[in-house]
């Protein structure tokens, strides 16, 4: 079974510290052998990657959001199970892109998520996925992506 860890080092990826709820609420919540991530914004300079998709905010540095987020929600499940190797699978990922009526890229937006965890984890990165543009995300972030996966 592939290193998590092994594949986050290769990539030159270190680990921020986990996100932390801001209201009555958790970051991770467990059912059985499944594990639940709340929506993760983006983040970019320490603060909210502001913008809107198809005006102030290109393709490109969506994707880079995208790709932030997904290092940030592996870092709250890292948090939550404190060994990443026991994620059994990535089981869906919901992607909500803050963007124009005419913006139809989400799923090129929301690929670079999909990627890294796939690069990751390997093929138990695979997951179902939605992308979803939206007309406003909390706080004007540019990208907000949820999570599910199994564990062992």
């Known amino acids: 079974m592939l290193n998590v860890y092994n594949q986050l080092k290769k990539l030159d990826i270190a680990l921020p510290v986990a996100s932390i709820p801001v209201s009555d609420y958790v970051m991770s919540a467990q059912a059985g052998k499944t594990v639940f991530l709340s ?32 290092i940030d929600l592996i870092a709250t499940l890292h948090a939550y199970l404190n060994n990443l190797n026991r994620v059994k699978r990535i ?54 992506i949820e999570l599910i996966a199994t564990v062992g």
Do not use: Y
Request: aromatic share 6%; hydrophobic share 40%; net charge positive.
């Open 91 to 144: 089981v869906k990922l919901m992607s909500l892109v803050n963007s124009t009526p005419n913006f139809t890229e989400q799923h090129l937006v929301t690929n670079e998520a999909s990627e890294l965890f796939v690069a990751v984890f390997g093929k138990r990165g695979k997951h179902a996925r939605s992308a979803f543009g939206v007309a406003q995300i909390p706080l004007g972030a540019c990208m907000e």
């Open 39 to 70: 929506g993760h914004l983006a983040q970019k300079n320490g603060g909210v990657w502001v913008g809107k998709l198809g005006d102030t905010i290109s393709i490109e540095e969506g994707r880079r959001a995208a790709r932030s987020i997904a």
